[in-house]
T-cell receptor, first 109, second 115 residues
């Protein structure tokens, strides 16, 4: 069965304290891995797509990497406005996304 | 501005009632999706549609129905058969490049509460 597991469930950091979020997956025929940011009461906002092992993408303080079994979202010198829930999803088959349960990130000033 | 519009933002349903959630997109995307999100959980797929007049059940389709009469629109009906409908509902769309799917874009969600 296809599964996506994110860890940790929640992470609290001080402003400027770098860390990483993990997304482990088991899926047959991976068509893409997606990272989203979700603020409370809002829809997810797209961040990155990764398609093959070894691929990396960067945007401001965020960097996403992909291996054959997991993806990491690295956050460098975070700011309070980076506080959100970060969702990982994998695409299997025809246009279906399987989501992890998310990591709730809090950055304290 | 291109995007996905969901309405209403908040919806209250009485026991035994059917309610319909609206989703409209002007991104010219072929595929549209409905997800359900419960507190502290990830998104679960209810239904998806790849082309007009065609749709498939997702992982939790029981108690829900959809239609896709126009490319831009993908309404979701929560029927009285859905025993626990209180949740945050998200609509999304994406398109096929011929090689792979683009990322899915999401609406701002509808929060449904049973009263």
């Amino acid at each position: 069965e296809d599964q996506v597991t994110q860890s940790p469930e929640a992470l609290r950091l001080q402003e400027g304290e770098s860390s990483s979020l993990n997304c482990s997956y088991t899926v047959s025929g991976l068509r893409g891995l997606f990272w989203y940011r979700q603020d409370p009461g809002k829809g997810p906002e797209f961040l990155f797509t990764l398609y093959s092992a070894g691929e990396e993408k960067e945007k401001e303080r965020l960097k996403a990497t992909l291996t054959k079994k997991e993806s990491f979202l690295h956050i460098t010198a975070p700011k309070p406005e980076d506080s959100a829930t970060y969702l990982c999803a994998v695409q299997r088959g025809a246009q279906k996304l399987v989501f992890g349960q998310g990591t709730r990130l809090t950055i304290n000033p | 501005d291109g995007g996905i519009t969901q309405s209403p933002k908040y919806l209250f349903r009485k026991e035994g009632q059917n309610v319909t959630l609206s989703c409209e997109q002007n991104l010219n995307h072929d595929a549209m999706y409905w997800y359900r999100q419960d507190p502290g959980q990830g998104l679960r797929l209810i239904y998806y549609s790849q082309i007009v007049n065609d749709f498939q059940k997702g992982d939790i389709a029981e108690g829900y129905s959809v239609s896709r009469e126009k490319k831009e629109s993908f309404p979701l009906t929560v029927t009285s058969a859905q025993k626990n409908p209180t949740a945050f509902y998200l609509c999304a769309s994406s398109t096929w490049t011929g090689v792979r799917n683009t990322e899915a874009f999401f609406g701002q969600g509808t929060r449904l509460t049973v009263v």
